[in-house]
């Protein structure tokens, strides 16, 4: 998808039920530019993913109704989403060798800095600095 400047406009799917910590994530995001679109539990993940194919996942791991970990295995055995980067961001510290297994492509745990955040967005998406307008958090 191509905004009106010509640059590639880039959709992120932030999968996070608390608001508070989605509202966060989604300012982060949209203040850097990106398509930023919600979703509140596992199964709304997949089939939001699978609907609108975003360039980037970020999934929470702690989520109702499916968890981050088996939405991630769903998303990373379809040939339809297999390819889309998801970062597991979560706030249980000890859960990132079960999201490496789950076929999650980073790790980041809640709170994360905003920079902290869009590095490794940048770094999965490969973008270029002039599509990510990166704020400074300080």
Known sequence: MMGISGARI??????????????????????????????????????????????????????????????????KSDARTSSIPIIALTGHHNFAEMARQAGCDAFLTKPCPPDRLLDEVKRLLDAPEAVLKIPNHN
């Not at 203040?31 to 539990?41: S, T």
């Open 10 to 75: 880039i959709l992120i799917l932030v999968v996070e039920d608390a608001e508070e910590a989605y509202e966060l994530v989604s300012d982060v995001l949209a203040e850097a530019n990106f398509d930023v679109v919600g979703a509140r539990n596992g199964i709304d993940a997949v089939d939001t993913a699978v609907k609108l194919l975003p360039d980037l996942i970020l999934m929470d791991l702690s989520l109702p109704l499916m968890g981050g970990c088996e939405a991630t295995r769903l998303l």
